[in-house]
């Protein structure tokens, strides 16, 4: 079987940000393009503005309409903005937050459309972003709705682990209101099925965090646990999910429990991302998971802050662009195995010996 070149599209963020800094960084990385063809929804002026306050002389866009055009050996542009967009560096603007809406409508209209293969965003301003077209907390929000999905899962990835969320991006104190069987199942059953299918897991193994101090301490320190936490782990048991907890957040992380298991399902967003961010804040990946198309994105912000003085480390956005194209890739041997297994039934596709898998079932290098 013929590997077809993955696109990959590429929204450009908040253009005031360093979203231009880490895509630029990025995709002079040669093996970006042994791995994907990447397609940068922006603007050339607003590439050409950041080019020229890095200092960046030896890399330019290769322009064009569809993704259909694009160059395989090369970075792709497609101009979606018009020539009076204004860049300020730093600076958090109602005109930055329209440019980032705008890439990102175009870059999910083509993947829904099936014109790219995966999704890679860039960081978005979630306040200026906000319009009569943009009402939503976040990317993985507005594009679960995008895609008809009524529920998705934030899953963060790196090396050392891989942790969702049960409440995303909401105040804390709403947490507890949020935190029901029904929902902990459903985030359960997404996690589950995306190891198997997204990340080639045969049998995850999956670790719950409690939502109080010490798992509730025997209903001393909340009631949570026992109530709401527990009979979800035991439902989902019963639907043959390996699930274990809850756990107490600090202990399972401080005693480096957290190895033990293929992810880790938090209760909040904290909970989960400050471990998280500790650990692999320069290597980690937002991965949403649930959505019928492949969404990464880098686990940093616009960080206007050192926006234009080349100093943000492009890393994270080269993972998530990597990321992208081996769970494209593992989806779609996923598809050929479930749609063929007699062909597939005596192939260990999980062998530490990829000599001894048939060419169609070799994966792309793990980046991650």
């Not at 209209?109 to 976040?138: C, M, N, W, Y």
């Not at 597939?344 to 980046?367: A, C, F, K, M, S």
């Amino acid at each position: 079987m013929e590997r077809k070149a993955i696109i990959a599209g590429i929204s450009h963020g908040d253009i005031n940000g360093i979203g231009y800094e880490v895509i630029i960084k990025a995709l002079m990385d040669n093996r970006i393009n042994e791995i994907c063809v990447p397609v940068v929804y922006g603007s050339p002026k607003v590439a050409a503005y950041h080019r020229k306050a890095l200092n960046i002389n030896n890399f330019s866009f290769n322009n064009i309409r569809t993704p259909e055009e694009a160059n395989h050996r090369k970075a792709n542009m497609i101009n979606c903005l018009d020539d009076e967009t204004r860049v300020e560096l730093g600076k958090p603007t109602e005109h930055g937050g329209e440019a980032a809406l705008i890439s990102l409508e175009k870059a999910v209209e083509d993947i829904i459309s099936k014109k790219i293969d995966v999704l890679i965003t860039a960081p978005i301003d979630k306040k200026v972003i906000q319009s009569e077209r943009f009402r939503f907390s976040g990317h993985t929000e507005y594009l679960g709705e995008k895609a008809g999905v009524k529920e998705t899962l934030m899953l963060m990835i790196s090396e050392s682990m891989k942790i969702g969320f049960v409440t995303g991006h909401v105040p804390l104190r709403e947490v507890p209101e949020l935190i029901t069987v029904e929902m902990i199942l459903s985030k359960l059953r997404i996690m589950n099925r995306s190891l198997i299918v997204d990340f080639g897991i045969r049998k995850p193994c999956i670790a719950v965090l409690g939502l109080n101090p010490h798992a509730g301490d025997s209903d001393l320190l909340g009631k949570e646990e026992t109530e709401v936490i527990n009979p979800a782990i035991e439902k989902a048991q019963n639907e043959g999910i390996l699930t274990f907890g809850p756990f107490p957040a600090d202990g399972f992380f401080g005693a480096g429990s957290f190895s033990k298991f293929d992810a880790i399902l938090a209760m909040y967003h904290d909970q989960g991302l400050a471990p998280f961010k500790s650990l692999s804040f320069d290597s980690g990946v937002n991965f949403t998971a649930g959505l019928p198309f492949v969404r990464t994105s880098p686990v940093h912000g616009t960080a206007f802050s050192i926006a234009g003085k080349g100093e943000a480390s492009e890393s994270s956005f080269r993972h998530a662009v990597f990321l992208a194209c081996d769970i494209f890739r593992n989806r779609q041997l996923y598809r050929e195995i479930t749609s063929n297994p007699l062909k597939y039934q005596d192939v260990d596709i999980h062998t530490d010996r990829p000599d001894e898998l048939p060419p169609e079932l070799i994966n792309t290098e793990q980046h991650i």
